[in-house]
């Protein structure tokens, strides 16, 4: 028998995060360990910069998180654990990357063939 539980906030499975290759660092261009640290609820992850002048994925300790919000305050979103990830994993256009990836793949020659 199988079931399920509907939980108050996402989650992630250490598999997707840790494993080698690490398939989320991978899709997000972010290390395991910054993504460990987002998830385990020991940095922010920056997923909506605003007008703060940070990069989109750009982690924050608690006090430069509170820095900024002091500054910008409700003008930029920045999120910890599973669900800053689940937000940024949700603007990923897959059929875009697709795209990309097989326009490389078409284009790359000798050794970048062989990496792709």
Known sequence: ?????????????????????????LLLDMSP???EEVIYFASYVVVDPGPTGLEKKTLLSEAE????????????VAKMGAEGIKDLLEEIDLDEEL??????????????????
């Open 1 to 25: 028998r199988m079931g399920h539980i509907e939980l108050a906030a996402p989650v992630s499975h250490i598999w997707y995060f840790k494993g080698i290759p690490s398939r989320m660092g």
């Open 33 to 35: 360990r910054a993504l």
């Open 65 to 76: 998180f509170r820095d900024y919000y002091d500054k910008y305050p409700g003008q930029f």
């Open 99 to 116: 795209k990309l990836l097989r326009d490389e793949l078409e284009s790359a020659t000798g050794q970048r063939l062989t990496r792709a």
